[in-house]
């Protein structure tokens, strides 16, 4: 099986599916990269690369070039998807969702709800987030949150190249709109990934290890964190469980539940601030529903509450990292 | 006087480290060779590695729970007269970790290839040299199921382990689902590759193929094994695993399903679990794996084997007295001159369950 990157597990899945069904289309800013100039074939597709050769491939009609103006991107692409297509809109990064918020929740994420149904808006978001990327405040939030709490949108985090590729084409087979958030520290990450179309269902946890010690559940690029944290716990005997959710709506709350129910022991890691995070929704819900089972407080690794840092040092000091998750579970022993 | 380091070994392509499960034996005692002497878990499932050489286990280097990459040392064994200093002395001569060379040059390497047949992709794996022993896995399987028996067979024998048509990797289309379909599938792969008069070691649904290409295909098949064999007389087909696996939406389904084929529920590792979610995820795989299923359930393919038992050539049967898949098949009925072997303590997956079993009946044929 070949080992590809995250960045070409998300370009295999689209180009796959573009083959498959003429109705998907790509657009957004940069999305084909250099269209329209004489460097067609050689487009760079998009700032981070991810839709190289899709506009060569599938030209202009499908791979559309817009205008710097998130509320067009997501108001067009609501509009086509309602009407029959299958458009995959990105949004170069996460931090610039604000200026197309009420597309995204007001609209696309109501149309089936209050059309009684009979709406069908297969809509994909790509879009980028995450800090370590020396990108200032206003270019590495994750800001997963905010769309997670929203009913009627589906949100998805893959933390690997062969997840990365099944959740996207499960996300463009879907008939609900979906935001796909690819993480920026991710992109080089290599992993076997088969070449034959595939789905991963949302709402499925992967378990990445096995351990009865204590369960860690990790978002996006938290979840490399949290695999190095375990190596490091094994290297004394501490057996953990690493759980990475892959979509936080919707939650495979079972999973959670039923390892909790096994080590008694929970650490959460999420990249964002701790108020309002994934990690405080997941640390609420063992708290709820499998309290009895608990032998030590919820452990919770978030950022701190400020935008993220420019000064390098002090990134590094925002981002959860492996010690501190290290840390976090002996504190639960 | 000599001393051996015994190293993890490498089962299948994947394996990159094991699991110390237990040592059989203990520091001191006297092993012969093919002896089991200890219990390792893979990720696929819990093996037991046999001693290579006659001798003494003079040290355990790697104890109960330890994780050790392949070719790590975990153990030394010793012949004559060593002394504890001596044993010292040679592990600290020793590479902690020494992988096996496996490059062109050694032909009992596992390569995995991609060849077409019929119009179909087929992925197949393959290693060592001489009489061809031809591996076909079960319902939803695929060559990897085989691991255990291409590491002990590889050096005596070319063997070859494809992932039947709608499994593994090689094509999802299974045109019309019957035996002969996947029989001729086999035969066009073998043909190709200049194979005649081999040993066809069938699992499940693929011994029915192997009995199926057996008659269909005589100058392939010099003699048949048949491991918990499909469509025998007197066997049954289990629905709720077939089905389980048709129609399995996440992977916790997937181990519900996988639980019936094996004798004790917790051999089914989540590496084994995610090892098939995954191949059932790709395109068409379970609308494929479906068709196989109903064809199985109508019967008429198992029925058409019945009558044509006496035609096959030499047959050895593996079968298990706690299968409840296939069920046990009627010795009776079956016909005069098969060599039958019954299997105590192993589901329907004796080749992983109970694999030095099977492997010594195999290595028996060759």
Redesign the interface.
């Known amino acids: 099986?070949a080992r590809i990157s995250y960045r070409k597990a998300v370009n295999q899945a689209l180009d796959q599916e573009m083959t498959r069904d003429a109705s998907v289309i790509l657009m957004g800013i940069d999305v084909g990269g250099g269209s329209g100039g004489s460097g067609d074939v050689g487009s760079v597709g998009g700032v981070m690369g991810v839709t190289k050769g899709l506009y060569p491939k599938y030209g202009p009609n499908r791979v559309i070039d817009t205008p710097i103006s998130e509320s067009a991107i997501i108001g067009a692409a609501a509009g086509a998807a309602v009407t029959g297509m299958r458009p995959v809109a990105e949004l170069m990064f996460v931090d610039f969702i604000g200026v197309c918020l009420d597309q995204i929740y007001n609209q696309a994420a109501k149309f089936r709800y209050m059309f009684g149904g009979k709406a069908r808006t297969p809509l994909v978001i790509r879009t980028m987030g995450g800090a370590g990327m020396r990108a200032g405040a206003q270019h590495s939030q994750n800001l997963h949150p905010i769309l997670t709490m929203i009913p009627g949108l589906k949100v998805v985090m893959p933390s690997n190249p062969?997840d990365a590729k099944?959740l996207l084409i499960r996300a463009i087979r879907d008939d609900d709109p979906v935001v796909f958030l690819e993480s920026k520290a991710l992109y080089d990450m290599k992993g076997e990934v088969?070449e034959?179309?595939?789905?991963?269902?949302f709402g499925?946890a992967n378990?990445l290890r096995?351990g009865g010690d204590a369960t860690i559940v990790a978002f996006g690029a938290m979840v490399p964190r949290a695999m190095q944290a375990a190596d490091r716990l094994?290297k004394d005997?501490i057996r953990v469980t690493v759980i990475d959710p892959r979509t936080t709506s919707p939650l495979d709350e079972e999973a959670i539940l039923d390892s909790v129910d096994e080590t008694g022991r929970l650490v959460v890691v999420d990249e964002s601030p701790p108020r309002c995070s994934l990690a405080a929704d997941v640390a609420a819900l063992v708290a709820s529903q499998a309290f009895d089972a608990l032998k030590a407080p919820v452990g919770m690794v978030t950022c701190p509450h400020t935008p993220v840092p420019f000064a390098p040092n002090l990134e590094d000091a925002y981002m959860p990292s492996a010690e501190k998750i290290e840390a976090a579970v002996r504190k639960t022993l | 006087m000599a001393i051996k380091a015994i190293r993890m070994p490498k089962w299948g392509l994947a394996m990159e480290e094991g699991t110390i499960i237990d040592w059989l034996i203990a520091e001191g005692d006297a092993v012969a060779e093919g002896d089991e002497i200890l219990e390792i878990e893979t990720t696929k499932i819990t093996n037991v590695l046999e001693a290579t050489n006659a001798g003494q286990l003079a040290r355990i280097v790697a104890r109960t729970?330890e994780?050790m990459p392949v070719g790590a040392i975990i153990g030394v064994l010793t012949e004559g007269e060593v002394s504890e200093g001596e044993v010292d002395a040679f592990l600290a001569d020793s590479p902690a970790v020494e992988v096996a060379a496996e490059d062109d040059e050694d032909d009992t390497a596992l390569a995995l290839q991609t060849v077409t047949v019929n119009g179909r992709r087929m992925n197949v794996a393959q290693a060592g040299s001489g009489r061809a022993v031809v591996l076909l896995h079960g319902f939803s399987g695929d060559h990897g199921n085989w691991l255990f028996a291409i590491e002990d067979l590889k050096g005596a024998a070319r063997v070859i382990a494809p992932d039947l048509p709608g499994h593994g990797?090689s094509e999802?289309d299974v045109g019309d689902g019957s035996l002969a379909t996947l029989a001729d599938t086999v035969a066009a792969m073998l043909t190709g590759m200049e194979v005649s008069d081999a040993i066809v070691v069938g699992h499940s649904l693929g011994a029915a193929v192997a009995m199926r290409l057996a008659l269909d295909h005589p100058a392939l098949v010099g003699q048949l094994a048949l491991v918990c064999p499909a469509g025998l007389p007197g066997g049954v087909v289990n629905d709720d695993f077939l089905s389980g696996i048709v129609r399995a939406?996440?992977?916790r389904d997937v181990k519900k399903a996988l639980q019936l084929l094996v004798r004790d529920p917790a051999t089914v590792s989540?590496d084994m679990v995610d090892g098939v979610t995954?191949a059932i995820?790709?395109?068409g795989a379970q609308a494929a794996l479906g068709v196989l299923r109903d064809r199985m359930l109508d019967g008429a393919d198992f029925a058409a084997l019945h009558g044509a038992l006496d035609a096959l050539p030499p047959v050895t049967l593996i079968a298990s007295r706690n299968d409840t898949i296939v069920g046990a098949p009627d010795v009776a009925a079956l016909p005069d001159g098969w060599a039958v072997h019954w299997l105590d303590d192993a589901g329907h997956l004796p080749h992983l369950e109970t694999a030095a079993e099977v492997n010594a009946l195999l290595r028996a044929l060759i």
């Open positions: 099986m062969y099944g088969p034959e179309a595939y789905e991963i269902p499925e378990f096995d094994a005997g | 729970g994780v990797a999802k939406e996440k992977a989540r995954r995820r790709l395109d």
